[in-house]
DNA sequence: GTGAAAGCGCTAACAT
DNA sequence: ATGTTAGCGCTTTCAC
């Protein structure tokens, strides 16, 4: 830089000032555009480091997820994280914790060392999680996760509200008699759309039928057998809710060694419309989005504007639920 | 720092020492354990940046992927990338540049700005590339990918060799008429899988035949309709090897149309090991995994020490062939 | 509108 | 073995 001054036949200051366009202070247009010229042709670029330390600011922020392999979830969730950040001007700082806590606390240190403004805490499937420790002091927001008491503000999928969608999607073509193949782990996931399916069948008048909710691993496996004994109710449903689409894909599966057809003999959807099931599956299953890079791009937002207030007290946290759209293809 | 130098009784110098024991200096056991103490209490945190301002280096490196979220690959990447960067004290710095190259720009700066160390550039899928501009200077290793002549280092996975090895399960079961739905795509591993196959047969002496191989798009939907193609064949091959996963479970929905049974009536193996497919499809399905984990350690351990080579020249930059090893399941 | 100069928090000669 | 001191590259008062 003290180079790029001199050839402009400016002060370090005001070179400094010319090139970053600090509002602050007034460089006359002239001097500015001589000194980016010479800018330029030098190829000068800043010292990120060196502004940083001298800002006493970085313009980190960190991201940290307990698992980025298991599914494109998470692949989703740092899209939403990094576009929030570079629309603000931030480098998103990335580590994956696959849930070991020595090497989160390695790697809250690390984050804290380099500065981060905030940390967003995510996981890759929505639950709660205990209060992150190690990242005191500065301003942390939970992506798919949440804390006892919601002492943190968090983001999380509208279960309920994407519970009731799917359903709906159901009731709005006619059936009356809906199954609900739920899972057996204990997850808002799990309540969250058993309260949906619950509100989408009173708000169509069709009274709840316990019979019809089994609960079953979440899995492909889970899917197969729960419709088999789905296919032994008298009479039996016309329709079912799946809790994702692998149990969807399973229950595709019992619906074929039975000779049956989707939708005609049987509608179904799923839930968390994982592209390589859903889309594919014969026929097209119709589900729901899990909204993984809303919940990462707001969470930053969120960090980024009311994380560290400069006036005003802190917003009270709270625990934001995000929309699950619904993708409707062939099986309904 | 300085607090924590004056509380303990020493210098400034003394406690950078003390705190991060570089070798370079001779501190006194009892020295370095008192000024230690104190760091702790005092909850002393190193602050990076001024670290990296002053060593004149940063210790970051830069992840560049073209695509984040289209599946679980990239994660795979990541945790390689990462794993090998924490092992070597490195940060590191992730952007996903989908493909737009105004992004890919924006991202190569920010990176030069923050002294990354150098970058490993990946895409989503195994492919040629163009070099990468505008990150001259430092050094640049590829994973999943390679430029032409491979001017650069590359790590790319080895598809003739998975290929070979998912037919040579196939052949290890006694099929002699084994056919290959191969891709439409021009890619490396359209060819490498084909090759891989050929050579398979040759070394158990089955002549080719191509009539046995077959193109389409590599989706569950080209699965299916080359699947169909394949049954009109006689004699019908009573084995199949999948260019991918996607392509087997089109495949499995083609065979169960015509009431035949997997392995019994024919046998299949995939190519790519998509967890949820793969291991969820009914029979869960043989497969030949992608090294997406090794190619991202493989290529930042090259990088930290190839890369730039502190004596003596650069090696020669090559494309190392990463196996795929395979997955065996029930569907063979 | 512009320049001089004092740091930001740390490292690494160079002394002692 | 320890202390002194000069920067690292940039920002930002403060004075002109």
Redesign the interface.
Known sequence: MQEVATRAGVSLATASFAINGTGARKVSEETRHRVQAVAEELGY??????Q??SRAR?SFIGFITDS?????F???M??GV?DAA?EHGY??????T?SDPRTFH?VA??M????VHGVVYSTWYHRQVSTPTGLSGIPVVLANCYTRGDRLQSFVPDEAGGGRAATEILTAHGHRRIAFINSDLSAPATTGRLRGYRKALQAAGIPFDKNLVLTTTP???GG?TAGLRLLQLDPRPTAVFCYND?VA??LY?AL?TRGLSIPQDMAVVGFDN?E??AA???PALTTVALPH?ELGYLSLKWLLREGAPTTGEAPEPTRTLVPCPTVERSST
């Open positions: 670029r800043p010292n990120a480091m060196a940083n330390l970085s980025v392999a298991t599914t494109p998470a692949g989703e740092i899209r990094q570079r480098v998103m700082l990335m580590a994956n696959e390695d240190s690390m804290l060392d380099h500065q899995e492909q496996e197969y692998r894909m399973g599966d074929r994982q390589v099931i594919h599956l014969r890079y």
